[in-house]
Every structure is written in C-alpha cells, then in structure tokens.
C-alpha cells in the first residue's frame, strides 16, 4: 500500500526558507499527482501546490505563487517543496498526497480527488 512520509517541517523567520519532502514507499509515484496541502488552526485544509506526474505540469495557489516551487525527483521516489520568503500566515501542517492520474499534464488542488496522505509536518512562520 502507498504511504507517504512528509519531513522537512521546523521554525523559521519570516523571510526565511524551508524545503519540505514527500517520500513515497511501497510503490512508485512515476504514476501519481503529487499534492500539497497546509491546515492551520481552526481552518479548512487548503491546496497548495501540485505537480502531475509526468512532472511537466505545476499549479499553485495564489497565495504562494512566485515564492513556492514544487518539484519530483522519480528516482528517490520523493516530490519536494521548495518554501521560500515564507510569512507568518505561511504557518501550518502541511500535508502531501497522492492521486492516480488520467493523464501525465494533469493536476488539481483540490482534496476530494487525493486518496492517499501523510502525517503532516509542521512548519511555524514567526519571530
């Protein structure tokens, strides 16, 4: 069965960055759309960033455009989220999750369509 472990999480400054990694274990992710999600306190989980798994395709949401890159790496089985410039209201659990895909440009940001999630890490944006 699928399984995905989130690491990478921690205390930073505003401004900062962290890179976050998703790796899989027990099957390949060559096949999969690779999600990131955050939820803070009292707030619904919210889309973050995704890559297809062709790994050709990204979207991210508004909020973090220009300052979050996502990326795969097939090899070590592992999808990455390069936070950068992060704020205060960056903080959050953040989550990966895994999705089969129809096609290698597809992704989506919303939850319904992942099937599969890790843990969580937790990042904390203060000074």
């Known amino acids: 069965q699928l399984q995905l472990v989130e690491s990478g999480g921690g205390l930073v400054q505003p401004g900062g960055s962290l890179r976050l990694s998703c790796a899989a274990s027990?099957?390949?992710?060559?096949?999969?759309?690779i999600g990131w999600f955050r939820q803070a306190p009292g707030q619904e989980r919210e889309g973050v960033s995704a890559?297809?798994?062709?790994?050709?395709?990204?979207n991210y949401a508004d909020s973090v455009k220009g300052r979050f890159t996502i990326s795969r790496d097939n090899a070590k089985n592992t999808v990455y989220l390069q936070m950068n410039s992060l704020k205060p209201e960056d903080t959050a659990v953040y989550y990966c999750a895994a999705a089969a895909s129809w096609y290698g440009s597809y992704t989506s940001l919303d939850k319904a369509v992942f099937g599969s999630w890790g843990q969580g890490t937790q990042v904390t944006v203060s000074s």
């Open positions: 027990g099957f390949t992710l060559d096949y999969y759309v």
């Open positions: 890559i297809s798994s062709s790994g050709g395709s990204t």
